[in-house]
C-alpha cells in the first residue's frame, strides 16, 4: 500500500490540487461555526458527482472530432486513456484542464452569493471529491486489490468499464448516476464492445 500512496503522490498535479484544497479548508476554517459553509462543501461534492458522470459520459466518450487540434486534446483527455489505460502518465486529469473550471466554480458562486468563503467551501468540496476520483481511479488501474469492499466493487466497475464495454459504468468514485441514468448493468448481461479500447472507431 505504500508503495502505491508513494507513487500517487508523486504526481504533480495531484500535489498542486492537494494544496489547493489545504488552502481553501485553511481560509474558511474561522468560518466553520456557519453552518452555510458546511452545506456549501457538501454542494461542491454534489456538483463533482454530477459533473464527473456527465463529463465522462457525454464529452470524454463524445464521437472523435474531425478538427485536429480538438482531436488531440481529447485524446490527452481520455481517448488515449482507453488505448493505454495503465500508463500512469495518462491516468490524472491533467491541473491545466481541471483548474480553470474550478476557478470558474469560486467566481460563479462569488457572484451569486456574494460570498467569497461559500465560494471556498464549493471549491473545497469539489476540489476533495476531484481528489478522491483521482486516488479511487488510480487504484483502478494498479495491481493493488482494495481492503474495503465499496473499494473493490468501484475498482471492479470501472474495469468492466474498459475491458468490457465503455458504454456503461461511467461513475468511477461512486455509481449512483449509473443507476439514476440506467448505464448501471450486470457485467454477465452485457456484451463485450469492440470499440472499448479505440474510442475513435
Known amino acids: ?10 504526481i504533480h498535479d495531484i500535489w498542486i490540487l492537494g494544496s489547493l484544497i489545504f488552502l481553501a ?7 466553520l461555526g456557519r453552518w452555510e459553509i458546511w452545506l456549501s462543501f457538501v454542494v461542491g461534492i454534489i456538483l463533482y458527482i454530477i459533473s464527473e458522470y456527465m463529463t465522462h459520459r457525454f464529452f ?10 480538438f482531436l488531440k486534446f481529447m485524446k490527452r483527455i ?4 482507453h ?3 495503465n500508463d500512469l502518465k ?7 484542464y481541471s483548474l480553470p473550471q474550478l476557478v470558474i466554480v469560486v467566481l460563479a458562486v462569488t457572484l451569486l452569493t456574494g460570498d467569497v468563503f461559500i465560494a471556498l467551501a464549493v471549491f473545497a468540496g469539489t476540489a476533495s471529491t476531484i481528489l478522491y476520483y483521482e486516488w479511487t481511479h488510480y487504484v483502478a488501474h494498479r495491481p493493488y486489490q482494495p481492503k474495503t469492499r465499496w473499494g473493490k ?8 468499464h474498459h475491458f468490457k464495454n465503455e458504454k456503461y459504468w461511467y461513475g468511477v468514485t461512486n455509481p449512483s448516476m449509473d443507476y439514476l441514468f440506467g448505464t448501471m448493468k450486470d457485467g454477465k448481461d452485457v456484451s463485450k464492445s469492440e470499440t472499448a479500447k479505440k474510442l475513435t472507431m
Open 25 to 31: 479548508l485553511l481560509s474558511v476554517t474561522p468560518q
Open 90 to 96: 495518462l491516468l490524472f486529469l491533467p491541473i491545466w
Open 153 to 160: 466493487y468501484m475498482k471492479k466497475l470501472h474495469i468492466l
Open 78 to 81: 481520455h481517448y488515449d486513456h
Open 1 to 10: 500500500m505504500g508503495k502505491y500512496i508513494r507513487e500517487f503522490f508523486s
Open 60 to 69: 470524454f466518450h463524445m464521437k472523435a472530432p474531425k478538427n485536429k487540434s
Open 83 to 85: 488505448e493505454e489505460p
